[in-house]
């Protein structure tokens, strides 16, 4: 988890795609073994006020984003507020 305090959305979705990027070019060992032939990380994220007005359900909202993002391929990330 990454808070990005006083960050609009599409500052956090562009700093989430900086660390997905450097994840994935990093040369971890073993990486071939894994499933994509690469470590990768599929990453949702939220944002108070607009993914919701309690920290559960800012959370709950990035966990849905991160989920929807293994669904969609994963090493993506995604917006909870355009799922």
């Known amino acids: 988890m990454i ?22 070019a990093h040369p971890f060992p073993h990486a071939a073994e894994q499933p994509l032939g690469k470590v990768s990380a599929s990453i949702g994220v939220s944002s108070w006020p607009d993914s919701g007005t309690t920290p559960e359900a800012v959370l709950e909202a990035a966990d849905k984003a991160m989920y929807a993002s293994k669904m969609a391929g994963k090493n993506r990330v995604t917006l909870a507020d355009r799922l």
């Open 3 to 24: 808070l990005a305090a006083e960050s609009s959305q599409d500052q956090a979705k562009e700093l989430a795609e900086r660390v997905r990027k450097q994840i994935e």
